[in-house]
């Protein structure tokens, strides 16, 4: 498996509009527009910092894993993305070697990005994204 960056972190907001104020108006990045994911029930939204980027998420319904996410923790840092060369074999070898997988197929992200999650359980309690672009 390669991994080639991390391609960004994921934080979890209660409002994305909110939100802007820290991120563009008092750090000065740069807000690449919002895209909602239907499937995850969640508005994302990108600022590139370098040859990363941070994802605001919002959930869009009170049952979406982002707003169970803020239930549980509070708004904070909810995943890490890690940009891989090919995600498929990322995952078969991460299953291979004992990591569990909460997507075992890849899925489509924000950005056209194919991605999948592996479970916290098997990663120090952190929620890792992988993504192929
Ligand atoms: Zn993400």
């Given at each position: 498996m390669k991994i080639l960056k991390i391609n960004h972190i994921g934080i979890a907001v209660n409002s994305i509009e909110e939100s802007k104020n820290f991120w563009e108006g008092i750090l000065g990045l740069s807000f690449e527009g919002s895209e909602t994911v239907e499937e995850?029930?969640?508005t994302t939204a990108f600022f590139p910092?370098?040859?990363s980027e941070v994802e605001l998420l919002e959930s869009t319904a009170p049952d979406g894993p982002v707003?169970?996410?803020i239930e549980k923790k509070g708004q904070g840092i909810?995943?890490?993305a890690f940009q891989v060369e090919n995600i498929e074999a990322a995952l078969a070898e991460l299953k291979e070697k004992g990591i569990r997988l909460i997507d075992e197929k890849p899925r489509k992200g924000a950005g056209g990005?194919?991605?999948a999650f592996l479970h916290p359980k098997s990663t120090n309690g952190v929620l890792v994204e992988l993504c192929e672009k």
């Open positions: 995850q029930k969640v910092v370098g040859e707003a169970k996410y909810q995943h890490v990005a194919m991605i």
